[in-house]
Protein backbone atom coordinates (compact mmCIF):
# COMPACT_ATOMS: atom_id res chain seq x y z
CA UNK A 1 0.00 0.00 0.00
CA UNK A 2 1.47 3.36 -0.83
CA UNK A 3 1.87 6.32 1.90
CA UNK A 4 -1.23 7.07 3.44
CA UNK A 5 -1.92 10.68 3.32
CA UNK A 6 -3.74 11.52 6.50
CA UNK A 7 -5.43 14.88 7.48
CA UNK A 8 -6.63 15.46 11.47
CA UNK A 9 -5.12 16.17 14.63
CA UNK A 10 -3.41 15.07 17.58
CA UNK A 11 -4.74 15.62 21.04
CA UNK A 12 -1.98 15.40 23.66
CA UNK A 13 -4.05 14.75 27.31
CA UNK A 14 -2.50 16.13 30.40
CA UNK A 15 -4.62 15.28 34.06
CA UNK A 16 -3.54 16.55 36.59
CA UNK A 17 -5.40 16.54 40.49
CA UNK A 18 -5.82 19.37 42.14
CA UNK A 19 -8.07 18.80 44.73
CA UNK A 20 -10.62 16.89 46.86
CA UNK A 21 -13.33 17.43 44.66
CA UNK A 22 -14.60 20.40 42.73
CA UNK A 23 -17.66 21.91 42.62
CA UNK A 24 -19.00 22.41 38.95
CA UNK A 25 -21.51 24.37 39.71
CA UNK A 26 -19.39 27.27 41.66
CA UNK A 27 -17.03 26.23 38.81
CA UNK A 28 -19.33 27.81 36.45
CA UNK A 29 -19.93 30.40 38.21
CA UNK A 30 -16.40 31.16 38.36
CA UNK A 31 -15.51 30.66 35.09
CA UNK A 32 -17.94 31.74 33.07
CA UNK A 33 -17.08 30.57 29.70
CA UNK A 34 -17.22 26.96 31.34
CA UNK A 35 -19.60 24.78 29.30
CA UNK A 36 -20.95 21.29 30.12
CA UNK A 37 -19.80 18.51 27.87
CA UNK A 38 -22.52 17.68 25.87
CA UNK A 39 -22.24 13.96 23.86
CA UNK A 40 -23.46 13.33 20.60
CA UNK A 41 -24.49 9.49 20.68
CA UNK A 42 -24.07 7.99 17.39
CA UNK A 43 -26.50 5.28 18.59
CA UNK A 44 -29.01 7.51 18.97
CA UNK A 45 -29.87 7.31 22.73
CA UNK A 46 -31.57 9.97 24.77
CA UNK A 47 -29.27 13.07 25.80
CA UNK A 48 -28.54 13.06 29.33
CA UNK A 49 -28.76 8.89 30.02
CA UNK A 50 -26.00 7.93 32.57
CA UNK A 51 -23.04 10.61 31.03
CA UNK A 52 -20.84 12.58 33.09
CA UNK A 53 -20.45 16.18 32.41
CA UNK A 54 -17.57 17.92 33.57
CA UNK A 55 -16.70 21.68 32.61
CA UNK A 56 -14.87 22.49 29.68
CA UNK A 57 -13.55 25.76 28.52
CA UNK A 58 -10.50 27.35 26.34
CA UNK A 59 -7.61 28.62 27.77
CA UNK A 60 -4.50 30.90 26.94
CA UNK A 61 -1.70 29.63 26.04
CA UNK A 62 1.61 30.37 23.76
CA UNK A 63 2.49 27.48 21.11
CA UNK A 64 4.93 24.59 21.83
CA UNK A 65 7.64 23.44 18.92
CA UNK A 66 7.68 20.55 17.96
CA UNK A 67 10.07 18.74 15.63
CA UNK A 68 8.28 19.24 12.65
CA UNK A 69 4.71 19.96 14.28
CA UNK A 70 3.84 23.05 16.72
CA UNK A 71 0.98 23.05 18.94
CA UNK A 72 -1.97 25.61 18.12
CA UNK A 73 -1.88 28.61 20.36
CA UNK A 74 -4.38 28.24 23.14
CA UNK A 75 -5.77 24.73 25.29
CA UNK A 76 -8.84 23.31 26.23
CA UNK A 77 -9.45 22.49 29.84
CA UNK A 78 -12.08 20.24 31.70
CA UNK A 79 -12.54 19.83 35.21
CA UNK A 80 -14.13 16.90 36.64
CA UNK A 81 -16.02 16.62 40.09
CA UNK A 82 -13.10 14.38 41.39
CA UNK A 83 -10.83 17.15 41.88
CA UNK A 84 -9.18 16.88 38.02
CA UNK A 85 -7.81 18.72 35.42
CA UNK A 86 -7.43 18.04 31.95
CA UNK A 87 -5.32 20.52 29.63
CA UNK A 88 -5.42 19.09 26.47
CA UNK A 89 -2.62 20.44 23.55
CA UNK A 90 -3.94 20.43 20.07
CA UNK A 91 -1.44 19.80 17.02
CA UNK A 92 -2.92 19.70 13.68
CA UNK A 93 -1.72 17.78 10.96
CA UNK A 94 -1.15 16.45 7.35
CA UNK A 95 0.88 14.08 5.94
CA UNK A 96 1.80 10.15 6.24
CA UNK A 97 1.13 7.81 8.94
CA UNK A 98 4.92 7.65 9.33
CA UNK A 99 5.01 10.94 10.44
CA UNK A 100 2.44 10.45 13.03
CA UNK A 101 4.95 7.52 14.71
CA UNK A 102 7.56 10.03 15.14
CA UNK A 103 4.91 12.90 16.80
CA UNK A 104 3.83 10.00 18.73
CA UNK A 105 7.39 8.96 20.07
CA UNK A 106 8.15 12.71 20.67
CA UNK A 107 5.18 12.85 22.42
CA UNK A 108 5.60 10.63 25.04
CA UNK A 109 6.43 11.56 28.18
CA UNK A 110 7.36 15.03 26.62
CA UNK A 111 8.76 16.98 29.77
CA UNK A 112 7.83 20.79 28.40
CA UNK A 113 4.40 19.90 28.18
CA UNK A 114 3.81 18.52 30.45
CA UNK A 115 5.38 21.15 33.00
CA UNK A 116 3.11 23.47 31.26
CA UNK A 117 0.15 21.51 31.61
CA UNK A 118 0.86 21.86 35.56
CA UNK A 119 1.40 25.20 35.19
CA UNK A 120 -1.49 26.06 33.69
CA UNK A 121 -3.85 23.74 36.06
CA UNK A 122 -2.26 25.87 39.11
CA UNK A 123 -3.42 28.61 37.30
CA UNK A 124 -6.92 27.18 36.75
CA UNK A 125 -7.10 26.65 40.31
CA UNK A 126 -6.33 29.86 41.42
CA UNK A 127 -9.26 30.85 39.46
CA UNK A 128 -11.30 28.68 41.07
CA UNK A 129 -11.31 29.59 44.75
CA UNK A 130 -14.38 28.49 46.69
CA UNK A 131 -15.50 25.73 44.05
CA UNK A 132 -12.57 23.80 45.38
CA UNK A 133 -12.44 21.36 48.53
CA UNK A 134 -9.05 20.89 49.65
CA UNK A 135 -7.00 22.26 46.97
CA UNK A 136 -3.90 20.72 46.36
CA UNK A 137 -2.29 20.41 43.30
CA UNK A 138 -0.36 17.05 42.43
CA UNK A 139 2.96 16.12 41.56
CA UNK A 140 2.13 13.36 39.17
CA UNK A 141 0.98 14.01 35.57
CA UNK A 142 -1.26 11.55 33.76
CA UNK A 143 -0.51 12.22 30.29
CA UNK A 144 -2.34 10.40 26.80
CA UNK A 145 -2.03 11.10 23.55
CA UNK A 146 -4.99 10.73 21.01
CA UNK A 147 -5.11 11.20 17.62
CA UNK A 148 -7.87 11.82 15.52
CA UNK A 149 -8.02 11.10 11.74
CA UNK A 150 -10.69 12.23 9.00
CA UNK A 151 -11.56 9.02 6.77
CA UNK A 152 -9.91 8.36 3.58
CA UNK A 153 -10.82 6.21 0.59
CA UNK A 154 -9.68 3.17 1.87
CA UNK A 155 -11.25 3.47 5.04
CA UNK A 156 -10.03 1.59 7.73
CA UNK A 157 -10.43 -1.92 6.68
CA UNK A 158 -7.43 -0.86 3.68
CA UNK A 159 -5.38 0.91 6.80
CA UNK A 160 -5.51 -2.10 9.28
CA UNK A 161 -4.46 -4.65 6.41
CA UNK A 162 -1.57 -2.79 4.96
CA UNK A 163 -0.16 -0.65 7.90
CA UNK A 164 -0.97 -2.56 10.75
CA UNK A 165 3.06 -2.88 11.98
CA UNK A 166 3.01 2.06 11.46
CA UNK A 167 -0.12 1.81 13.63
CA UNK A 168 1.55 -0.49 16.69
CA UNK A 169 4.69 1.49 16.17
CA UNK A 170 1.89 5.27 16.66
CA UNK A 171 0.02 3.19 19.60
CA UNK A 172 3.25 1.96 21.88
CA UNK A 173 4.96 5.67 20.91
CA UNK A 174 7.88 3.43 19.31
CA UNK A 175 9.98 4.73 16.61
CA UNK A 176 11.65 1.67 15.70
CA UNK A 177 9.80 -1.72 14.31
CA UNK A 178 7.69 -3.75 16.50
CA UNK A 179 7.90 -7.76 16.19
CA UNK A 180 4.46 -9.34 15.04
CA UNK A 181 3.33 -10.60 18.27
CA UNK A 182 4.06 -7.23 19.23
CA UNK A 183 1.92 -5.75 16.51
CA UNK A 184 -1.05 -8.27 16.86
CA UNK A 185 -1.30 -7.44 20.82
CA UNK A 186 -1.35 -3.26 20.32
CA UNK A 187 -4.06 -3.73 17.62
CA UNK A 188 -6.43 -6.11 20.06
CA UNK A 189 -10.05 -5.42 19.84
CA UNK A 190 -10.85 -2.85 17.34
CA UNK A 191 -14.05 -0.52 18.44
CA UNK A 192 -15.97 0.70 15.57
CA UNK A 193 -19.71 1.87 15.36
CA UNK A 194 -19.85 2.79 11.31
CA UNK A 195 -17.75 1.60 8.31
CA UNK A 196 -15.94 4.57 8.05
CA UNK A 197 -14.49 4.73 11.70
CA UNK A 198 -12.49 2.92 13.75
CA UNK A 199 -11.19 3.21 17.31
CA UNK A 200 -7.61 1.54 18.31
CA UNK A 201 -6.89 2.20 21.98
CA UNK A 202 -3.57 1.39 23.85
CA UNK A 203 -1.67 1.71 26.62
CA UNK A 204 0.05 4.80 25.77
CA UNK A 205 -1.96 6.55 22.90
CA UNK A 206 -5.17 5.97 20.66
CA UNK A 207 -5.60 6.14 17.00
CA UNK A 208 -9.25 7.64 15.63
CA UNK A 209 -10.52 7.22 11.83
CA UNK A 210 -13.98 8.78 11.28
CA UNK A 211 -16.16 12.04 11.60
CA UNK A 212 -17.01 13.91 15.11
CA UNK A 213 -15.00 11.87 16.81
CA UNK A 214 -14.87 14.20 20.01
CA UNK A 215 -17.61 11.65 22.15
CA UNK A 216 -14.75 8.77 21.38
CA UNK A 217 -11.91 10.91 23.10
CA UNK A 218 -13.95 12.74 26.21
CA UNK A 219 -14.41 8.88 26.69
CA UNK A 220 -10.50 8.63 26.33
CA UNK A 221 -9.98 11.66 28.46
CA UNK A 222 -12.44 10.37 31.45
CA UNK A 223 -10.76 7.14 31.42
CA UNK A 224 -7.47 8.57 32.00
CA UNK A 225 -8.06 10.89 34.60
CA UNK A 226 -9.91 7.46 36.32
CA UNK A 227 -6.52 6.34 35.89
CA UNK A 228 -4.75 9.09 37.07
CA UNK A 229 -7.40 8.79 40.55
CA UNK A 230 -6.80 4.97 40.39
CA UNK A 231 -2.88 5.66 40.56
CA UNK A 232 -2.98 8.37 43.48
CA UNK A 233 -5.29 6.42 45.61
CA UNK A 234 -3.40 3.58 45.30
CA UNK A 235 0.02 5.29 46.38
CA UNK A 236 -2.14 7.40 49.23
CA UNK A 237 -3.18 3.84 50.97
CA UNK A 238 0.64 2.53 50.36
CA UNK A 239 1.61 5.82 52.58
CA UNK A 240 -1.56 5.82 55.34
CA UNK A 241 -0.69 1.74 55.59
CA UNK A 242 2.97 2.71 56.61
CA UNK A 243 1.68 5.43 59.24
CA UNK A 244 -0.97 3.09 60.35
CA UNK A 245 1.65 0.28 61.33
CA UNK A 246 3.94 2.81 62.60
CA UNK A 247 1.27 3.48 64.97
CA UNK A 248 0.22 -0.07 65.52
CA UNK A 249 4.06 -0.79 66.37
CA UNK A 250 4.98 1.76 68.96
CA UNK A 251 5.99 0.92 71.96
CA UNK A 252 3.80 2.59 74.79
CA UNK A 253 2.85 1.60 78.23
CA UNK A 254 -0.54 0.83 79.44
CA UNK A 255 -1.58 4.65 80.44
CA UNK A 256 0.06 5.54 77.54
CA UNK A 257 -1.99 3.77 75.27
CA UNK A 258 -5.18 4.86 76.80
CA UNK A 259 -4.52 8.54 76.20
CA UNK A 260 -2.85 8.18 72.77
CA UNK A 261 -4.74 5.17 71.22
CA UNK A 262 -8.36 7.07 70.64
CA UNK A 263 -7.36 9.94 68.63
CA UNK A 264 -4.80 7.19 66.48
CA UNK A 265 -8.11 5.11 65.80
CA UNK A 266 -10.12 8.50 65.13
CA UNK A 267 -7.19 9.32 62.42
CA UNK A 268 -7.22 6.02 60.93
CA UNK A 269 -11.04 5.66 60.65
CA UNK A 270 -11.25 8.90 58.98
CA UNK A 271 -8.16 7.93 56.95
CA UNK A 272 -10.42 4.70 56.03
CA UNK A 273 -13.82 6.86 54.90
CA UNK A 274 -11.73 9.19 53.18
CA UNK A 275 -10.40 6.65 51.11
CA UNK A 276 -13.57 4.30 50.62
CA UNK A 277 -15.93 7.62 49.87
CA UNK A 278 -12.87 8.31 46.86
CA UNK A 279 -12.82 5.05 45.40
CA UNK A 280 -16.58 4.79 45.45
CA UNK A 281 -16.59 8.40 43.64
CA UNK A 282 -13.49 6.76 40.93
CA UNK A 283 -15.96 3.91 40.84
CA UNK A 284 -18.84 6.27 39.78
CA UNK A 285 -17.21 8.27 37.69
CA UNK A 286 -18.24 7.26 34.24
CA UNK A 287 -21.54 5.99 33.73
CA UNK A 288 -21.91 4.72 30.07
CA UNK A 289 -24.54 1.95 30.11
CA UNK A 290 -27.00 4.29 28.57
CA UNK A 291 -24.48 4.37 25.02
CA UNK A 292 -23.88 0.44 23.99
CA UNK A 293 -21.23 1.54 21.69
CA UNK A 294 -19.22 4.11 23.98
CA UNK A 295 -19.39 1.44 27.04
CA UNK A 296 -17.87 -0.90 24.61
CA UNK A 297 -14.89 1.52 23.91
CA UNK A 298 -14.60 2.45 27.76
CA UNK A 299 -14.14 -0.76 28.58
CA UNK A 300 -11.12 -1.76 26.27
CA UNK A 301 -9.85 1.21 27.73
CA UNK A 302 -10.35 0.05 31.10
CA UNK A 303 -8.83 -2.93 30.05
CA UNK A 304 -6.02 -1.42 28.32
CA UNK A 305 -5.40 0.67 31.59
CA UNK A 306 -5.61 -2.24 33.17
CA UNK A 307 -8.18 -0.90 35.70
CA UNK A 308 -9.11 -4.40 37.49
CA UNK A 309 -5.35 -4.76 38.35
CA UNK A 310 -5.08 -1.04 40.03
CA UNK A 311 -9.01 -2.20 41.63
CA UNK A 312 -7.69 -5.57 43.11
CA UNK A 313 -4.86 -3.34 44.62
CA UNK A 314 -6.82 -0.69 46.18
CA UNK A 315 -9.24 -3.44 47.52
CA UNK A 316 -6.26 -5.27 48.89
CA UNK A 317 -4.71 -2.06 50.58
CA UNK A 318 -7.39 -1.08 52.05
CA UNK A 319 -8.30 -4.14 53.51
CA UNK A 320 -5.01 -3.82 54.91
CA UNK A 321 -5.70 -0.61 56.55
CA UNK A 322 -8.74 -2.53 57.97
CA UNK A 323 -7.01 -4.90 59.71
CA UNK A 324 -4.03 -2.74 61.04
CA UNK A 325 -7.44 -0.67 62.62
CA UNK A 326 -8.79 -3.70 64.28
CA UNK A 327 -5.55 -4.68 65.59
CA UNK A 328 -5.31 -1.21 67.17
CA UNK A 329 -8.63 -1.20 68.30
CA UNK A 330 -8.20 -4.66 70.17
CA UNK A 331 -5.04 -3.76 71.75
CA UNK A 332 -7.05 -0.28 73.01
CA UNK A 333 -9.87 -2.51 74.30
CA UNK A 334 -7.51 -5.07 75.86
CA UNK A 335 -5.84 -2.32 77.34
CA UNK A 336 -8.34 -0.72 78.77
CA UNK A 337 -9.52 -4.23 80.22
CA UNK A 338 -5.95 -4.49 82.58
CA UNK A 339 -7.03 -1.03 83.48
CA UNK A 340 -10.14 -1.94 84.74
CA UNK A 341 -8.76 -5.15 86.34
CA UNK A 342 -6.14 -3.07 88.15
CA UNK A 343 -8.65 -0.82 89.46
CA UNK A 344 -10.92 -3.58 90.46
CA UNK A 345 -8.00 -5.19 92.78
CA UNK A 346 -6.93 -1.71 94.04
CA UNK A 347 -10.55 -1.15 95.60
CA UNK A 348 -10.75 -4.27 96.59
CA UNK A 349 -7.08 -4.15 98.44
CA UNK A 350 -8.52 -0.64 99.71
CA UNK A 351 -11.75 -2.39 101.06
CA UNK A 352 -9.54 -5.31 102.94
CA UNK A 353 -7.75 -2.62 104.85
CA UNK A 354 -10.59 -0.09 105.81
CA UNK A 355 -11.71 -3.37 106.92
CA UNK A 356 -9.22 -4.16 109.57
CA UNK A 357 -8.59 -0.54 110.46
CA UNK A 358 -9.89 0.63 113.86
CA UNK A 359 -11.97 3.80 113.30
CA UNK A 360 -10.69 6.74 115.24
Known amino acids: MPATHLNGSCKALYCVDVARGIDLGLAQEALNTAQRTEFQHKSRVPEGVGMSRPLRLSWDAASEALEGHATSAGVEVALYELGAVCVTWTVPFEGPLEDLVQLSAELYEHAGLTGRSRELATRVVAALGAALDRPNVSSQVEDYVVFEVEPFGGGPDALLRHSRGSLAQLLRAESNELSAQEVEEALLHPVSYGKVDVCLVDWLAAFLMGQDMEDERHVLELATVELLELRLLDAQLEGEIGEAYEVLAKPRGVWGALTVQRRELERIAHMQADDALLHEGIDNALKLFGDDYLARLYRTSAARFHFDDWDRSIQRKLGVLRSIYQ ?34
Open 327 to 360: SLADLASHHRSEVLEWIIILLIAVDIVLYFTPLR
